[in-house]
Structure formats: structure tokens, C-alpha cells
């Protein structure tokens, strides 16, 4: 009988060390730098972003906030896939883009740049232009402080 009980307590011990043990999955997915610039023409936001930390990070997405009262609205991301989606018109005007990057390799070195544009601001000089980006994914983010960045800073 004491052998069965001892048996089962080792077993029991060896579950829970394994299930004790279990890797945890953490991204750090980040803002690097946001950058914005003002033409006759246009008004664009350039947003480099890279995850640091030990895993992938899945499902991957990006919000870049736009200037006040601009239009047309459109976005494109090189480094690496993903697709960028304008957001609806409201009135007459759209206010940001959403990227989809799916899964963002670790490393410091991978990096993806979005850059969004649109037309200048209608706003007025009380409005100077500006813009934001936020980052997220499906995985745990170990450090939050790096997801999000404006410009000017």
C-alpha cells in the first residue's frame, strides 16, 4: 500500500514540476520612432516598429493616428508583409489607418516600417499636424511602455 501511495505522490510531483516549468510566450513588440512630414501636397507618417523580446508575436497590428480633418487616407508597409486599412470616412474626413502584420519575427534587427499618408489638415494653425502609432499583438507584451510613440515628440 505504501508503495502505490509513494508511487502516486512521485507522479503527482512529476506532473505539477512539468506543468511548473512551462515556457511562458512574451513578445515586446515596440514603437522605435514615429516621424511626420508636411508638404503642399500630402501630410505622412513614417512609423518604424521591431519586436525584441524571446517569441514571435502573432496577429500583430498597428494604429496610426492621423492629423485633424484630413482625407484620403492610405497606408503601406515594407520590411516585411502586412496591409494597412484607412478608416471609415466620418463626415468628410478620416482619422487614422489600421496595419495588419500578422507575425513579427523576434530580433532587434527585424524592423517594418509603415508609412501613412494623407492630404494636409484642413484644421487650421491652431491644429498643427501630428501623429501617433500604437502597437499590439496576440501575445503577452512584456514591456507596454514601448507601444506607443508620437510625433512631434
Known amino acids: 500500500m505504501w508503495k502505490s501511495i509513494l508511487t502516486a505522490l512521485i507522479a503527482g ?12 510566450s512574451s513578445a515586446d513588440v515596440n514603437i522605435v520612432s514615429v516621424t511626420g512630414a508636411l508638404s503642399a ?8 516598429i521591431n519586436n525584441q523580446n ?12 492621423m492629423p485633424l480633418q484630413v482625407r484620403k487616407v492610405r497606408g503601406r508597409v515594407s520590411g516585411g508583409p502586412g496591409r494597412c486599412s484607412a478608416a471609415p470616412v466620418v463626415g468628410t474626413f478620416q482619422a487614422y489607418a489600421t496595419c495588419d502584420l500578422g507575425t513579427l519575427p523576434q530580433g532587434p ?10 492630404t494636409p489638415s484642413t484644421a487650421g494653425a491652431n491644429y498643427p ?13 512584456i514591456q507596454k511602455k514601448n507601444n506607443y510613440m508620437a510625433w512631434p515628440p
Open 13 to 24: 510531483l512529476a506532473v505539477q514540476e512539468s506543468a511548473l516549468g512551462q515556457a511562458v
Open 109 to 118: 534587427s527585424v524592423r517594418r516600417t509603415i508609412t501613412v499618408t494623407s
Open 54 to 65: 524571446d517569441d514571435d508575436s502573432r496577429l500583430t497590428r498597428v494604429i496610426v493616428l
Open 129 to 141: 499636424p501630428s501623429c501617433s502609432a500604437f502597437i499590439y499583438s496576440a501575445v503577452g507584451d
Open 41 to 48: 501636397q500630402d501630410f505622412s507618417c513614417t512609423v518604424v
